[in-house]
């Protein structure tokens, strides 16, 4: 008689959490923007019902300054005209959605990681890595010096 496994993988979609339904905002916004925040609510309504039908898990992230903050973590920048790129202070110019994504994928690994914590080494951890208290202020350099804290802390303890 033979076994039947069947093997789950889990999957976590990070998502920006933009839902601002009965707000304010919803009743004074122009027509066209309220059809593009319809269709947008649609999309991730069917993209969460075939992630649940798969058995994946989504998770909200905060999207304040995804895009506003530059992911190496050196400064704030500005959309052009065309809101394709972005222009920071120090003169890098990076593509303004593929930078919004570093950003929300490393805002998701970090409160993945941070949540696995006890409160005491959370605190420690983000006492060497002070980026970590404000999470609309999180980049993808926060991740990877959070990293390097961790791989810090364990030589030592090692």
Not at 18 to 27: A, F, V
Not at 89 to 94: L, R
Not at 98 to 120: C, D, M, T, V
């Amino acid at each position: 008689m033979q076994k039947n496994t069947t093997r789950t993988s889990l999957i976590r979609i990070p998502w920006e959490n933009e839902t601002s339904e009965g707000s304010l905002w919803c009743k004074k916004a122009s027509s066209q923007t309220k059809l593009h925040h319809w269709c947008q609510l649609g999309i991730q309504s069917k993209v969460e019902e075939m992630a649940h039908y798969r058995g994946m898990r989504i998770r909200k992230i905060n999207p304040k300054n995804t895009s506003a903050l530059a992911f190496d973590g050196s400064d704030e920048g500005k959309r052009n005209n065309s809101r394709d790129l972005a222009t920071f202070q120090s003169g890098k110019i990076y593509h303004a959605d593929l930078n919004a994504s570093y950003n929300i994928g490393a805002r998701y690994f970090i409160r993945e990681i941070l949540k696995s914590f006890s409160e005491k080494k959370r605190l420690a951890v983000q006492a060497k890595v002070p980026e970590l208290l404000a999470r609309t202020q999180q980049t993808l350099a926060s991740l990877i010096n959070l990293h390097q804290a961790l791989s810090i802390n364990d030589t030592k303890i090692a």
